[in-house]
């Protein structure tokens, strides 16, 4: 139980082109999803906290614009980079806990950028 | 806001002993604390977590202690195997009884468990 896919697992495109990435509860509901940024060797730095129906709430330094969530059903948030730039190349992983459950957070396997 | 402080940043063991990972947080209002190992490439997992109103807590190999007091906890794996190499990454947080669920990690620990 408690499975989080990400979709794509990894991803290459160009400087100024947009990328979406999928987050997706398979066998529970979340109402809460979290996305996360890691660089090579780092740990995980928190983007944004996504709440099923409502607005994002982004952490100070983060950008809205240019990562816009979306969280409209309790098994799907999406995060899309806008306008890349290589130095958005990163591994953008996300989480979910279960509507009612505890402040578990389970993880998906995350999804590699590559921005030329 | 919460800081996060985690040693050591690696850690070398010989298969069977023991490895021990410690992490100290400052927020005395965070009350939740998990362990998440990860693997080259992929997400991170959840190993095992502690809430404040339990000092210990263990599972198979894998225990955790927690200081509230001294505002510290700890990973012990015991009869490591190499199975076991990864990052290890500690992290804290209000939980959801205390206003803030948002995790704050530490910088990790790579372990390496040689045959």
């Known amino acids: 139980g408690a499975v989080v896919s990400q979709h794509p697992s990894w991803v290459i495109c160009k400087s100024g082109t947009s990328v979406k990435i999928e987050c997706r509860s398979l066998d529970f509901q979340a109402t809460t999803m979290f996305w996360y940024r890691q660089f090579p060797k780092q740990s995980l730095m928190l983007m944004a906290t996504?709440?099923?129906?409502?607005?994002?709430?982004?952490e100070q330094g983060v950008e809205k614009d240019k990562f816009l969530i979306n969280h409209a059903s309790l098994t799907l948030s999406t995060l899309t980079v806008t306008s890349a730039h290589p130095e958005d190349s990163s591994f953008y992983i996300c989480s979910a806990r279960e509507t009612g459950g505890r402040e578990t957070q389970y993880f998906g396997p995350g999804t590699r950028l590559l921005v030329l | 806001g919460e800081n996060v402080e985690q040693h050591p940043s690696t850690l070398s063991v010989q298969e069977g002993d023991s490895a021990v990972i410690k992490c100290t947080y400052s927020d005395s209002a965070s009350n939740y604390f998990p362990w998440y190992k990860q693997e080259l490439g992929k997400g991170p997992q959840l190993i095992i977590d502690i809430r404040s109103n339990v000092g210990e807590k263990k599972d198979q190999r894998i225990a955790v202690t927690l200081n509230k007091t001294a505002k510290h906890f700890s990973l012990h794996i015991t009869e490591t195997q190499p199975e076991d190499s990864a990052v290890y990454f500690c992290a804290a947080s209000r939980g959801t009884q205390g206003g803030s669920e948002k995790l704050v990690f530490g910088k990790g620990t790579k372990l390496t468990v040689n045959p």
């Open positions: 996504s709440n099923e129906g409502s607005k994002a709430t982004y």
